[in-house]
C-alpha cells in the first residue's frame, strides 16, 4: 500500500474526487482555484475548466456533462464546450451568499445530487443539507432543504445497501448518521455515530473529519483535516486502520482505477504554513494508492 504522488500540480484548496468509469478519468474540485479539473491517468492529459464561483463538489452526468455546486446553487458543465448553464439557485431566504456556499455533495444510487453548505464566519450553524433532484419531465429541476445544523458540511456517502446517509459537521469534530429511504429520498433518524477529539494545546491531535467515501464491505473511509492521516472506519465505526501521509490538511478520498481499488486523495493548499507549501510533498498535491478492498462505483446525476 504505497502511497504515491501524483504528477500533477497542487490545488489550492482540492475536494470531491470521482472516478468517472467511463473517461477513465479522476475528476476533481479546487474551491479556492476556482477550477474542475480531470486527469486521466493512461494519457497524462489534465484539463481544466474555470468556474464563476467557488465548486464546492461535482459528480458525473450522462451525455459528457457534469453537475456542479457552486456558491448560489447546481450548474451543469459540457466538458466538451465549456458551456456552464443553470439548473437551480438556492432560495435567497435559506441561503445568505454572502454567508454561505456550497461544499462537500455526492449523487445517490437514484441519481439525486446532494450537497451540503458551509457558513462563514462560524457564528451560527447556518449550513445546512440541500438535495437536487430533475423533475419527470427532465426541464426542470427541485430543490429540498434536507437538514441543517452544521457549520461546514462535509463527509457525505451512502451505503451499500442504501440504508443509511453519513454527513459529517467538520468543526464539530463530528460524523452523524441517517435512516435513508432510496425510493423517495427521505433522511430520518439523525444520530451521532462517530466523535472525534478536539485539539488540545499540548495534546496529540488526529485532526477531523472532511470528505469520505465507502467501500463494498461498507467501510467509511474519511479524509482527517489537520490530522495528516486518512481513516478507515467500520460501519460500527470501529478504526480499522490509520494511514499516513505526507500532507498535514488530506481533504477527500475517492475510489478509482479499473477494479475500483485505488484510493485517491486531494488535499488543501490554501492558507497553509510556508513549509508546507515548499515539502517534498507540498500541501495540495494529490495522492493514490492501492487498497484491498474495492470502492463503489460513483453515482450518476439523473435527468
Known amino acids: 500500500m504505497t502511497l504515491q504522488r501524483l504528477p500533477l500540480p497542487p490545488s489550492e484548496l482540492g475536494e470531491s474526487p470521482f472516478w468517472h468509469p467511463e473517461e477513465k478519468s479522476l475528476y476533481w474540485c479546487d474551491i479556492q482555484g476556482h477550477t474542475v479539473n480531470a486527469w486521466n491517468p493512461a494519457t497524462g492529459e489534465h484539463r481544466q475548466w474555470k468556474t464563476p464561483s467557488e465548486p464546492g463538489c461535482c459528480a458525473p452526468a450522462a451525455g459528457g456533462k457534469i453537475v456542479i455546486g457552486l456558491r448560489d446553487g447546481f450548474y451543469q458543465l459540457d466538458i466538451a464546450t465549456s458551456e456552464l448553464n443553470l439548473l437551480a439557485l438556492l432560495p435567497p431566504a435559506k441561503h445568505d451568499t454572502a454567508r454561505l456556499r456550497l461544499n462537500d455533495g455526492r449523487c445517490d444510487a437514484a441519481g439525486r445530487f446532494w450537497a451540503g453548505s458551509m457558513v462563514t464566519p462560524r457564528t451560527a450553524p447556518d449550513a445546512v443539507l440541500w438535495c437536487l433532484e430533475a423533475a419527470v419531465d427532465g426541464t426542470s429541476y427541485t430543490v429540498r432543504h434536507m437538514a441543517g445544523d452544521n457549520f461546514t458540511a462535509n463527509g457525505l456517502a451512502f451505503s451499500p445497501d442504501n440504508r443509511v446517509m453519513y454527513w459529517s459537521n467538520t468543526p464539530e469534530h463530528r460524523i452523524d448518521r441517517f435512516d435513508f429511504d432510496l425510493a423517495t429520498g427521505a433522511i430520518t433518524n439523525r444520530r451521532r455515530w462517530v466523535q472525534f477529539d478536539r485539539k488540545v494545546d499540548g495534546q496529540p491531535y488526529g485532526g477531523r473529519p472532511d470528505g469520505a467515501a465507502v467501500d463494498v464491505e461498507g467501510n467509511y473511509w474519511v479524509a482527517m483535516y489537520e490530522g ?18 505526507p500532507v498535514q490538511c488530506p481533504t477527500m478520498v475517492c475510489f478509482g482505477g479499473e477494479d475500483l481499488r485505488t484510493l485517491y486523495i486531494t488535499s488543501a493548499r490554501a492558507g497553509r504554513p510556508q513549509a508546507e507549501l515548499e515539502a517534498p510533498d507540498p500541501a495540495g498535491a494529490l495522492f493514490s494508492m492501492w487498497v484491498k478492498v474495492q470502492g463503489l462505483t460513483v453515482n450518476l446525476f439523473k435527468e
Open 228 to 245: 495528516a492521516c486518512v481513516m478507515q472506519l467500520s460501519p460500527a465505526g470501529k478504526v480499522l486502520q490509520r494511514i499516513a501521509v
